[in-house]
Structure formats: structure tokens, C-alpha cells
């Protein structure tokens, strides 16, 4: 089973704060994502990578960065967090050879309060 | 833009009763893949279901099947026999452009589904 796992399932940081959300992947897969999901907007696309050191933005990149040094590992980075970066964020990954819109798989996620 | 639309933000089924969840989408497209995804609450995203857009034949699986209308542009989920552990939120995705002309998977806005005992 593919597993995707995210470093916390709670974080609260404070307004200003540098804010490091990690996910890994297992299963050697190529894509990774990460999304934001909030009520009534269902998920929002932030960031992706296709391979290491590759990135691409998604809908909603402002305020927000990413980083793969390694393949089964992609970092979310607030730069400066603020209170309207409060979500749900969800990493998800998908499998190598397939395009960049087949299935994903994603991780239990990481709610982040900034206060 | 393109989008992903799901015009039932709630919806609610008798215990062993069949329930259909919405969804249209918009996509430039020829040939691609439709999910139904299933997330419980305080629980991992999982997927449901899959269509190949060419593919004319209703996927299925259990108690899942969709109704897929290509020239719609509608792909519906059906659940038979409804039972207390697939209450969760359903989410419907589709190819499409983002903002920064990127293909990517859009997600739509998630369908509530209640199961009453």
C-alpha cells in the first residue's frame, strides 16, 4: 500500500512565524502536491512537483513555498505565516509513467491554526 | 475557468437506501480521468472510484458505480445499499488548466453524505 505521511496532525504557530509543513511518500512515486482545503471550497492546488528540485505553481502559490531535495520527500514552507493561512493542508503523491492529472494519494493532513 | 462543480453541499440516506451524489465538470480534455473521492471525517482521503473518460461503460465497484455522461460533462456516484461507515465528504475531480496554465486535478467544493440509522 502506497503510504503518504505528514510530520504533525496539530500545529499552532504564531502570526510572523516560519512555518515548515513536511510529507513523505514511500512508494518511489514522482508527483507530489500539496493542497489547502478549507469549507465550501473543497481543495485548493498550492504547489506541485513532477521530479526533484522541480516545481510548479498551482491555483493558489502566493505566500506559500516548496521544496524536494528528495524524491519521497516535499516541504511546504510558510514564509511568514498569517492568520488567512489557517486550513487543512493535505500532501498527496502520484505514481511515476502516468500523467500529471491520474489518481493521487494523499496523507491524513496537518491543521494549522495561526494565531 | 474551468471547474469542478458539486450542487449539493448536503445530502442525507436511509441506512440501505441508494443515494446519488452530483457532479459536473469542464474540461479541454480529449481523453482523461474522473475520481470520486471519499474522506471520513478525521480521516485520510481515499479514492472511491475511477472513470476512464474514453472508456463508455459505467465503472464499479461494490456498491459504488457512477453515471458517466461525456457529452454533459456529468459524472454522478451512486451508492446501493448505504451503510453507517460511508458517511463522509465526497469529493469529485476532473483535469483541468490552473491559473498558471499547468495541468493539474481539480477538486470540487465536497458533498456532505449523512447515513441515518
Known amino acids: 500500500d502506497v503510504k503518504v505521511t505528514q510530520s504533525s496532525r496539530y500545529l499552532v504557530k504564531r502570526t510572523g512565524e516560519k512555518v515548515f509543513l513536511e510529507c513523505v511518500q514511500d512508494?518511489?512515486?514522482?508527483?507530489m502536491f500539496w493542497y489547502r482545503q478549507d469549507p465550501g471550497l473543497g481543495l485548493r492546488l498550492i504547489y506541485f512537483?513532477?521530479?526533484?528540485?522541480?516545481?510548479e505553481k498551482g491555483d493558489i502559490p502566493e505566500g506559500y513555498s516548496v521544496s524536494r531535495e528528495k524524491k519521497e520527500r516535499f516541504s511546504l514552507i510558510l514564509e511568514s505565516a498569517s492568520t488567512n493561512q489557517t486550513s487543512m493542508y493535505l500532501c498527496?503523491?502520484?505514481?511515476?509513467?502516468?500523467?500529471?492529472?491520474?489518481?493521487?494519494?494523499f496523507g491524513p493532513g496537518t491543521r494549522l491554526t495561526v494565531t | 475557468a474551468q471547474t469542478v462543480t458539486q450542487s449539493q453541499p448536503e445530502m442525507s440516506v436511509q441506512e440501505a437506501e441508494t443515494v446519488t451524489l452530483s457532479c459536473t465538470y469542464d474540461?479541454?480534455?480529449?481523453?482523461?480521468?474522473l475520481f470520486w473521492y471519499k474522506q471520513p471525517p478525521s480521516r485520510q482521503m481515499i479514492l472511491v472510484i475511477r472513470?476512464?473518460?474514453?472508456?463508455?461503460q459505467n465503472a464499479t465497484e461494490n456498491r459504488f458505480s457512477v453515471n458517466f455522461q461525456k457529452a454533459a460533462k456529468s459524472f454522478s456516484l451512486k451508492i446501493s445499499d448505504s451503510q453507517l461507515g460511508d458517511a463522509a465528504m465526497y469529493f469529485c475531480a476532473s483535469p483541468t488548466i490552473s491559473n498558471f496554465g499547468n495541468e493539474k486535478l481539480t477538486f470540487g467544493t465536497g458533498t456532505r453524505l449523512t447515513i441515518i440509522p
Open positions: 498527496a503523491s502520484s505514481p511515476p509513467d502516468r500523467a500529471i492529472t491520474y489518481e493521487q494519494y
Open positions: 512508494m518511489d512515486h514522482e508527483n
Open positions: 474540461t479541454s480534455e480529449s481523453d482523461y480521468y
Open positions: 512537483s513532477y521530479d526533484v528540485k522541480m516545481k
Open positions: 472513470q476512464e473518460a474514453y472508456k463508455q
